[in-house]
């Protein structure tokens, strides 16, 4: 009689013969582990994007300062694991790690302003209980956008009304551009409908 794996029995299989397999490259070619891909990420770049936690802590022991490499994109390992929802990979990082405020991207932004840009509710809900993390939620980065900023510009209601709703998050802030928040969700919406009704917008941008 056949025996039929459930997708949860798959993956733990799957992921059982990479940590073998992670434990004999760093028993015998060591060097493997800084190794880089085609995207510029190194393994811990992989671990996070996913969502293998033993692979993570491991490599982190293993590999400490590949915590803090940019892949081609500019994104730190915790970087990707933000824009996936990776909850338990942020979390051994944030658990291993003494400052968060380091893990910034070359644009500049911390774990928080990927999650709420790419619309990762579950991690910025993560953060936002996090007392460790306060000094994320209102800090801006190269072009003066908080993390509100960037969920709004995207559209992410999700992330949006989440961080609208905490008291720790100030809706003020104005970016580069002297926008708020709100500013920019108004500004979006217009981009948006005048792109829906074939209007012309002017420089690519509606005032």
């Known amino acids: 009689m056949p025996v039929f794996l459930s997708l949860f029995d798959r993956l733990f299989i799957f992921f059982k013969l990479i940590s073998e397999i992670l434990e004999q490259i760093a028993n015998k070619k060591p060097d493997l582990l800084r190794r880089k891909d085609e995207k510029g990420g190194n393994p811990l770049h992989c671990a996070a994007c996913m969502g293998y936690v033993w692979g993570t802590q491991f490599l982190f022991d293993k590999y400490r300062d590949g915590a803090i490499q940019q892949n081609d994109e500019g994104n730190m390992p915790v970087h990707v694991a933000s824009k996936k929802d990776r909850v338990d990979v942020v979390d051994a990082y944030i658990s ?98 005048a792109e829906y009704s074939g209007e012309p917008i002017p420089n690519g941008k509606v005032c």
């Open 96 to 193: 291993n790690w003494t400052d968060a405020t380091e893990f910034l991207n070359s644009k500049r932004q911390n774990i928080l302003h990927v999650a709420a840009e790419s619309g990762r509710h579950l991690v910025v809900k993560y953060i936002l209980r996090n007392n460790k993390l306060k000094e994320l939620i209102n800090e801006q980065d190269l072009d003066g956008n908080t993390p509100l900023h960037l969920a709004s510009k995207n559209g992410r209601s999700i992330a949006t009304f989440t961080l609208v709703r905490n008291s720790m998050v100030m809706k003020r802030i104005a970016n580069g551009e002297n926008l708020t928040p709100y500013d920019v969700a108004e500004k979006q919406s217009k981009i948006v409908g």
